[in-house]
T-cell receptor, first 115, second 115 residues
Framework: AQTVTQSQPEMSVQEAETVTLSCTYD???????LFWYKQPPSRQMILVIR??????QNATENRFSVNFQKAAKSFSLKISDSQLGDAAMYFC????????????FGKGTKLSVKP | DAGVIQSPRHEVTEMGQEVTLRCKPI?????LFWYRQTMMRGLELLIY????????DSGMPEDRFSAKMPNASFSTLKIQPSEPRDSAVYFC?????????????FGQGTRLTVV
């Protein structure tokens, strides 16, 4: 069974600085997709960034980028120029390729941003 | 589009009572997911539907839980009888297709408290 592990329950960053959130996963599949979701106090799950496993190039979305290391099964999220609005829970998620469409989530990392 | 709509946003009920959570997916989406979020277990898939048909219900905790999707625009998750350990946030999510980078959209969740 696939699993997703986020080893940092909490992280803190100074406003305008850069922070990296870690995520590792375990799978025997070769075709899969990885995602980072943000959950602010409003509870809304917001997709931050996504990556296809077959792509070597790391995905980027404005201030958010990933470091995808397929051999190491690692998928970390880097937030540059951190803003107060980035404070939230961040969840790493995995989805197998093929027809199985559900997301498997890590336990999350709570990010605090200090002014 | 208004996004995935869940109701109610909050529900407080007494142990033993029946609880029904409702979800309206995004129009045109053909996959619907019910997730449960707790501090201890994180986000877990309960069940998911594709074209109104349940595909994977292995995450449904026990017979007290049931889910239906009578049409493409409505789904319910019912707990009967409810127990205090069912207290959690229940998310409904939908997507168009279940493969690749198809994006999963989440509702704002229902916070259920069973006393």
């Amino acid at each position: 069974a696939q699993t997703v592990t986020q080893s940092q329950p909490e992280m803190s960053v100074q406003e305008a600085e850069t922070v990296t959130l870690s995520c590792t996963y375990d799978t025997s599949e070769s075709d899969y997709y990885l995602f980072w979701y943000k959950q602010p106090p409003s509870r809304q799950m917001i997709l931050v960034i996504r990556q296809e496993a077959y792509k070597q190039q790391n995905a980027t979305e404005n201030r958010f980028s990933v470091n995808f290391q397929k051999a190491a099964k690692s998928f970390s999220l880097k937030i540059s120029d951190s803003q107060l609005g980035d404070a939230a829970m961040y969840f790493c998620a995995y989805r197998a390729g093929g027809s199985q469409g559900n997301l498997i989530f890590g336990k999350g990392t709570k990010l605090s941003v200090k002014p | 589009d208004a996004g995935v709509i869940q109701s109610p946003r909050h529900e407080v009920t007494e142990m033993g009572q029946e609880v029904t959570l409702r979800c309206k997916p995004i129009s045109g989406h053909n996959s619907l997911f019910w997730y449960r979020q707790t501090m201890m277990r994180g986000l877990e898939l309960l069940i998911y539907f594709n074209n109104n048909v349940p595909i994977d219900d292995s995450g449904m905790p026990e017979d007290r839980f049931s889910a239906k999707m009578p049409n493409a625009s409505f789904s319910t998750l019912k707990i009967q009888p409810s127990e205090p350990r069912d207290s959690a946030v229940y998310f409904c999510a939908s997507s168009f297709g279940t493969v690749g980078l198809s994006r999963t959209f989440f509702g704002q969740g229902t916070r259920l408290t069973v006393v």
